[in-house]
């Protein structure tokens, strides 16, 4: 079955300090992979996606994620974390071609704390 | 850059009552997507809408609930008889085509929450 596991429902880091967050998937064939975050009250932003190519994506907002098909992961990184990126985290998946349905986790939500 | 809106950003209603949600996706993309979050759970898939038909629905997208591009910008969700668990947000994605603008990804809306009393 199609899914994605994001095994921290709540991190709180302090501001300055590193983030990693988690995601796990289980998909048939070769996945296309997202972050997405949603501050309160707002909709989905994409960070990053992985297609193809080289394992280590670089998104927005500072944000990096590493595709690891050995472990089924895609970890989504940050070396300093900001006041404003307290959020929740989607990590999803999808077919390739990128049209194809979402398979969201179930998100992290992460507090910075100053 | 073009964004994916939604109307209204909260609606409320009798359970019973039908309701549309109205999403403007960016403009050239050809697929249209809706999904939801109930309150504290994950983002689900409901739709996908190309070319006019639905190309792939959820066991959650029963009878209850239809799709249409009326115009050649908007894109709806009706709700025919609205039951409280259909209390949710619902987000409008789109997806554009290699070349267009904002090409390869699907690309959110803000959201419109629906509440059934």
Redesign the interface.
Known sequence: AQSVTQPDIHITVSEGASLELRCNYSYGATPYL?W?VQSPG?????LL?Y?SGDTLVQGIKGFEAEFKRSQSSFNLRKPSVHWSDAAEY?C?V?AQG??????????TRLAVHP | EPEVTQTPSHQVTQMGQEVILRCVPISNHL?F?W?RQILG?????LV?F?NNEIS?K?EIFDDQFSVERPDGSNFTLKIRSTKLEDSAMY?CAS?GVAGGPRE????????TRLTVL
């Open positions: 997202f997405y707002q909709g989905l932003q994409l996606k297609f989607f999803a999808g990128g049209y194809n349905k979402l398979i969201f986790g179930a998100g | 697929y997507y999904y759970q994950k983002v689900e898939f996908s190309y792939e959820s987000f997806y390869d990804t699907q690309y959110f809306g803000p959201g």
